[in-house]
């Protein structure tokens, strides 16, 4: 049975990512959304992730499952001020949107080091790439990468937000079968980003469950693309890098005893964007979460 986390044990495990990461925890930016969203974080799905960022770039991100709407969300954390671009004139009218035509489970993003960053709708019912389109407030890029959308990926099963970067994440429907090593290069061709190396194909060919592509509102073109695996300590990729070694090894769990999972994903950009992330299934909750068309993706 899954076993509730309390904020105090919470608090504590953060800390050791944050050290683990080598980056920092700031119970100024942290607490007011820990205690604002008490209710979730004991009792919901709760996930841990870092990247392989420089450290003078890298955070800690902690995400949770919200037990209501999209709009209360949005609507809680902006009384309290904890949404830092909550009146940007291009993310808002795509939030409310959201909350009016597309039935979701919602979730948000808090990085330690710095506060909010994203709100994400995980939608039980997938939406295909034209209903998405229909929202107002989209990216430009969106709308000119809809072919690519629909080719890759099909159907809409997450959108997120990210109000610091000002940012869209679209992700697929969970992908049975798994994305292949040749499905995988044709897409960074496609989108005129490097290649993916011979180390990272071999981890994601058969594995990857779905992608997600970045958008932003100042530029013509996707600002990314990632490909996830779920994993378990002995089949995640940790000789990719060695601070993917370091958070396999020690990450703290809520419960230490259950069996521990992790999220390993590979991401790409242009310029020679290119670094991983990885995430810890740190507390399955007490509610059961919501996948994209009610489908788990497969730990492999």
Not at 26 to 41: I, Q, Y
Not at 79 to 87: I, K, N, T
Not at 144 to 171: C, E, K, M, Q
Request: net charge neutral; aromatic share 8%; charged share 20%.
């Amino acid at each position: 049975m899954a076993k509730a986390v309390t904020l105090d044990r919470l608090r504590a495990d953060l800390r050791t990512y944050a050290r683990l990461a080598g980056t920092r925890y700031d119970p100024a930016v942290t607490e007011p959304v820990l205690t604002a969203l008490e209710h979730a974080w004991t009792t919901a799905a709760v996930g841990v992730r870092t990247t392989t960022h420089p450290a003078a770039q890298r955070e800690v991100n902690v995400r949770v499952m919200y037990p209501g709407a999209l709009g209360a969300l949005v609507e809680s954390l902006g009384a309290a001020g904890l949404l830092p671009r909550r009146s940007d004139p291009r993310i808002m009218p795509l939030l409310d949107a959201l909350c009016e035509s597309l039935p979701a489970a919602v979730g948000v993003d808090l990085a330690i080091g710095s506060g909010i960053q994203k709100v994400w709708a995980v939608l039980p019912e997938i939406a295909e790439v034209g209903r998405v389109l229909e929202l107002p407030g989209l990216p430009a890029a969106v709308r000119t990468h809809a072919a690519h959308l629909s080719r890759w990926g099909g159907r809409i099963g997450i959108v997120a937000v990210d109000f610091p970067a000002r940012t869209l994440n679209l992700y697929s429907q969970v992908l049975d079968p798994a994305l292949t090593g040749a499905d995988i290069g044709a897409i960074l061709a496609e989108l005129g980003f490097g290649p993916a190396s011979a180390a990272e194909l071999a981890v994601l060919d058969g594995r990857a469950f779905n992608l997600y592509r970045t958008f932003s509102w100042d530029s013509p073109r996707p600002e990314r693309v990632s490909f996830p695996v779920r994993c378990r300590p002995e089949t995640f990729p940790t000789h990719l890098h060695p601070l993917l070694t370091k958070i396999v090894a020690e990450a703290p769990f809520a419960d230490p005893d259950a069996r521990r999972g992790f999220v390993f994903y590979a991401a790409y950009g242009p310029n020679g964007l290119h670094y991983y992330k990885i995430q810890a299934e740190y507390c399955p909750g007490l509610l059961a979460p919501t996948f994209p068309g009610g489908v788990a993706p497969a730990v492999r």
